[in-house]
């Protein structure tokens, strides 16, 4: 059983910059992969990074690509995303989840919003 807790969101200002965190708590695995997922009002979920615990390898989503960046601290077991140059259209609910296998995320975190003005 993994447990994801998600802070540091926010209201900001676009352009401004913001950092959230993942604490992760349970057995967690090097092969384990953490993601990074939002959603907007009246929008579906859609993917924003993931990261390897143990190799790294981070992937991101089109749109966040240059901006974000995702990284993870093993010894606090806590991943963090960068949010750099962030846009109103970043405006979302961001969901920090841990997949197992890779094939699908099994645990997921509450949520932390994320508002940008213009």
């Known amino acids: 059983q993994v447990q994801l807790v998600e802070s540091g969101g926010g209201s900001v200002q676009a352009g401004d910059s913001l950092r959230l965190s993942c604490a992760a708590s349970g057995r967690i695995f090097d092969n384990y992969k953490m993601g990074w997922f939002r959603q907007a009002p009246g929008k579906e979920r859609e993917f924003v990074s993931q990261i390897t615990w143990g190799i790294g390898r981070p992937s991101y989503a089109d749109s966040v690509k240059g901006r974000f960046i995702i990284s993870r601290d093993n010894a606090k077991t806590t991943v963090y995303l960068q949010m750099n140059m962030v846009k109103p259209e970043d405006t979302a609910v961001y969901y920090c989840?841990?997949?197992?296998?890779?094939?699908?995320?099994?645990?997921w975190g509450q949520g932390t919003q994320v508002t940008v003005s213009s």
């Open positions: 989840a841990c997949s197992i296998l890779g094939l699908k995320y099994d645990y």
